[in-house]
């Protein structure tokens, strides 16, 4: 097991993202200690890669999030990984060359067409990345498949709310500008606030699972749960719906939920999967 620290020395990336991406239910830790500090195992350190892996290809942190709760086979996965970072390593070599080229006309030693001067920057780029991560194959996602959406927000407060879906929730085609960092700073700010919210939703649904999930007190509160999700990101009924199966099925997630009440977790699925019918119905 990692301290979030540890985590982010191994991945090369912040305490900060880390705290972040727990917050939007990117990348939870899977074991929070008593004192409140945060654990990560080689489970979590394998999603990390597979966000970092998408990161890296531009995906905005949204995109990310719609990928990891509505499912994808991770071993799919790395080979349109190897693909598009080929094709990215062939756009970088082009437009190196075209520097260079260019240096060479700036020497007296070159001279470029106009077409020569734009054809790196006219190559194509990957497009409906999305869809190439999902097997063509495959229906409904197989929640064993899903390396759960911890998405991380490993914060010095440490929170324990499963606040997950994009939980992702950025500019969706700018994934590593400014506008994170404010963003960040933004939730940082709403952390505790979020938390309380959360832990007040997970109490109250544990308190009233002596009556149907259907009954109106616990949909009031499954209302309330879809509202703070979409103060992260637009979490459509689907992932949520898809966050209720990650929820009884991923032990990461039902161990910590379980601690508001036992079988809680499963309790919750149930609710959530009432509330998006309802909302589909209306």
Aim: glycine share 4%; net charge negative; proline share 4%.
């Amino acid at each position: 097991m990692y301290k979030v620290q540890e985590v982010a020395k191994i991945a090369g990336v912040s305490v900060r993202t880390l705290h972040h991406y727990d917050s939007i239910g990117l990348l939870k830790p899977s074991n929070i200690g008593t004192n409140r500090y945060r654990y990560y195992n080689g489970q979590d350190l394998k999603l990390l890669q597979q966000i970092l892996f998408l990161k890296e290809l531009d995906f905005s942190l949204k995109k990310i999030q719609e990928l990891v709760a509505e499912g994808f086979d991770r071993e799919y996965a790395l080979a349109q990984h190897i693909e598009l970072l080929q094709q990215k390593k062939q756009r970088i070599e082009k437009l190196i060359q075209t520097a260079q080229l260019t240096q060479r006309e700036l020497q007296g030693s070159e001279n470029l067409t106009d077409q020569e001067r734009f054809s790196a920057f006219a190559s194509s780029k990957a497009e409906n990345l999305i869809q190439q991560y999902q097997k063509p194959d495959i229906g409904s996602p197989d929640v064993a498949q899903v390396e759960t959406p911890q998405i991380a927000s490993a914060y010095e407060s440490d929170s324990a709310v499963a606040v997950v879906p994009v939980d992702t929730v950025l500019h969706e085609e700018s994934p590593s500008t400014s506008s994170e960092s404010v963003q960040v700073a933004k939730e940082e700010e709403d952390l505790d606030e979020i938390n309380r919210e959360g832990d007040r939703i997970y109490n109250t649904v544990a308190s009233l699972m002596h009556l149907p999930p259907q009954t109106p007190a616990v949909q009031k509160e499954m209302k309330a749960y879809y509202t703070l999700l979409n103060r992260f990101y637009d979490c459509s009924p689907k992932m949520f719906r898809g966050l209720g199966d990650l929820y009884a099925s991923d032990s990461r997630f039902a161990s910590n939920i379980d601690q508001h009440g036992q079988g809680l977790a499963k309790y919750l699925k149930d609710a959530m999967y009432i509330y998006v019918e309802d909302l589909q119905d209306a």
